[in-house]
């Protein structure tokens, strides 16, 4: 397909931003896995409730998934996350000066709180600035904050480890969104009609395009209630929430889960934990771009989740005797399953403005209990028998289910098919 020969400063100035602030904020809520290696020890907590540490996180999430995507669409996208930064921030450090489990469960607790309308928030940002032509690989290019995060967080993490403790760690990594904060409030505009940096020619094209694409959508979910009677919005749902039970399964329990293919150091540990989430990086970009081009958003999610689901069972079962070959298929595994840019494309080409900051909210604060019941059930199965395998089991069902549910989803051209059969039918009676 010819994309329009139009200035393409939009991908310059947002996306980066973006990607760097969320890049922190998946830093910030994913270093509990490295700091957890010690905080088993100091604050008396075992497997199961290192899992609830980690996944109560998602319960604080969901609050603020609805209200925080309402306040960006309604109010401002670019206020509601400057102050989410700055919020998110102080309570990082304040990870790092908890005494018991109560106090770390609350402070995990609000700073999923305070993320939790961020990433519906950005999602908005970006329906705003890219077509659907493009939002594949906007969806895409941003959520790379996560491997990269995940690969930052791993060395940096192992690193401050290696000279400090975790205390340290916290703090240290709660700094930076404190600061991002006021560049963030100075480089971004809530829509290219406020933005004085972008060209006369790339503003009519957004401001055509995207009125036209929402006449389109509005004409099949204009209101909430066909909205949420939408059976590949429903379907969206479910989807999300199995695929959030073997992500974070996966990516909360990674530094344990490679400790105990492979024995070594805490460096060895990090840096070996890095691979997998170089592959979601990839993985993301090559999805992003296929879906783009071909708009087949049903495939470019189904398969990529059954290959992860089935790569998972082949590390699994390779197991320690073949360490080389286990994290090969548990990297593969991550990189697969990581296509959450063709995921929030394929919702947003099904919810139109007037429902999108509410269908948004309410599939991410849904779909993310899956956020908790991953990590806290390999915690809980972890501790009931010892070892990784029942929990590694868990996920792979729960990645097998998500990919399923996909298969079963309209494309465009099935809609369109149906609506003809429906049509001639009408006009044979």
């Known amino acids: ?164 403790d975790w205390r340290w760690m916290f703090i240290i990594e709660g700094m930076p969104p404190i600061i991002l904060a006021f560049i963030w409030w100075r480089m971004i505009d809530d829509s290219p009609s406020e933005a004085k940096w972008i060209s006369k020619e790339e503003r009519e094209y957004l401001e055509t395009t995207l009125e036209k694409e929402r006449q389109e959508i509005k004409k099949s979910t204009g209101t909430l209630k066909e909205a949420i009677k939408n059976r590949n919005v429903i379907l969206l749902l479910l989807v999300f929430c199995f695929l959030q039970i073997g992500f974070y399964g996966i990516g909360l329990w990674l530094p344990k889960l490679i400790q105990s293919i492979v024995d070594g150091s805490m460096m060895k540990t990090s840096l070996l934990t890095a691979i997998p989430w170089v592959c979601a990086m990839f993985g993301s970009i090559i999805n992003s771009k296929s879906a783009d081009k071909t708009k087949d958003y049903k495939w470019n999610i189904a398969i990529p989740i059954l290959a992860g689901g089935i790569c998972l069972l082949l590390s699994v079962w390779l197991g320690k005797e073949n360490p080389i070959f286990s994290i090969a298929f548990l990297s593969l595994s991550l990189g697969f399953i990581f296509c959450y840019g063709v995921y929030w494309t394929a919702v947003t080409s099904y919810l139109t403005d007037s429902v999108l900051s509410v269908g948004i909210g309410t599939i991410n604060a849904v779909g993310n209990l899956g956020g908790f019941v991953g990590p806290y059930f390999v915690g809980y199965l972890i501790s009931t028998t010892g070892n990784f395998f029942v929990g590694e089991v868990f996920l792979i069902i729960s990645l097998l289910i998500s990919g399923s549910l996909a298969m079963l989803l309209k494309t465009k051209r099935n809609e369109e098919t149906n609506q003809m059969v429906e049509t001639n039918a009408q006009v044979g009676n």
């Open 1 to 164: 397909m010819d994309y329009p020969k139009i200035p393409s400063e939009r991908w310059k100035r947002i996306i980066p931003i973006a990607f760097l602030m969320y890049t922190i904020a998946f830093l910030d809520r994913n270093n509990i896995s490295f700091g957890l290696l010690g905080m088993e020890k100091d604050i008396g907590i075992g497997a199961t409730y290192a899992g609830l540490a980690a996944g109560v996180f998602f319960f604080g999430y969901i609050f603020l998934q609805v209200p925080g995507a309402l306040f960006a669409q309604k109010w401002s996208v670019k206020k509601y996350i400057a102050i989410s930064l700055l919020a998110w921030g102080v309570i990082s450090v304040a990870t790092g000066l908890v005494q018991n489990l109560t106090q770390l469960l609350i402070v995990r607790f609000l700073l999923g709180f305070v993320e939790g309308g961020v990433s519906p928030a950005t999602m908005i940002l970006l329906t705003k600035w890219f077509p659907l032509n493009e939002r594949s690989r906007a969806n895409g290019y941003w959520y790379l904050c996560i491997p990269v995060a995940s690969i930052v967080s791993a060395p940096l993490s192992g690193l401050i480890l290696t000279f400090m």
